[in-house]
């Protein structure tokens, strides 16, 4: 019996002491959309402080199309580019890339940016958003 109340106190404790870990953690989502081609949104305007930059998604209007994505933590900038067609497509021909883990932490800064880089031959919109955490 007092090895289970043992037992009992100390899975409470742990339970106890283990929220008090990420108390000062804030989740975040953003969305933005991008609409017209050679421009630039704001997924994650640029915000100070450290976290984690979880998981980003995108939807495209047409499936083929490329969505770039620029990702700049600490000052340092990386792009990634969510391919429509690497995607199903629905029955209105949007592709969407489902959750992509990212997993990239930052101690000082964050920003994220929706990219057209050049003009396509036709317009279409993007729908993003970024999963993330503020310290």
Same mark, same amino acid.
Request: proline content about 4%.
């Given at each position: 019996?007092? =090895? =289970?109340?043992?037992?009992?106190?100390?899975?409470?404790?742990?339970?106890?002491?283990? $929220?008090?870990? !990420?108390?000062?953690?804030?989740?975040?989502?953003?969305?933005?959309?991008?609409?017209?081609?050679?421009? @630039? #949104?704001?997924?994650?305007?640029?915000?100070?402080?450290?976290? @984690?930059?979880?998981?980003?998604?995108?939807?495209?209007?047409?499936?083929?199309?490329?969505?770039? #994505?620029? =990702?700049?933590?600490?000052?340092?900038?990386?792009?990634?580019? #969510?391919?429509?067609?690497?995607?199903?497509?629905?029955?209105?021909?949007?592709?969407?890339?489902?959750?992509? $883990?990212?997993?990239?932490?930052?101690?000082?800064?964050? !920003?994220?940016?929706?990219?057209?880089?050049?003009? $396509?031959?036709?317009?279409?919109? @993007?729908?993003?958003?970024?999963?993330?955490?503020?310290?």
């Amino acid at each position: 019996m007092k =090895i =289970i109340r043992l037992l009992f106190v100390l899975s409470t404790l742990t339970a106890l002491s283990a $929220p008090a870990l !990420h108390a000062f953690t804030t989740a975040k989502l953003n969305d933005a959309t991008i609409t017209s081609p050679s421009t @630039t #949104v704001d997924l994650i305007a640029s915000t100070t402080g450290s976290g @984690t930059l979880l998981a980003i998604q995108c939807t495209n209007t047409i499936a083929t199309e490329i969505q770039e #994505v620029e =990702i700049t933590l600490n000052g340092n900038t990386s792009t990634i580019f #969510v391919t429509g067609s690497n995607y199903p497509a629905d029955f209105n021909k949007s592709s969407f890339s489902g959750w992509i $883990p990212i997993q990239l932490p930052f101690t000082t800064s964050i !920003h994220v940016q929706l990219v057209r880089a050049a003009s $396509p031959a036709a317009i279409w919109s @993007t729908f993003c958003s970024a999963s993330w955490t503020l310290d």
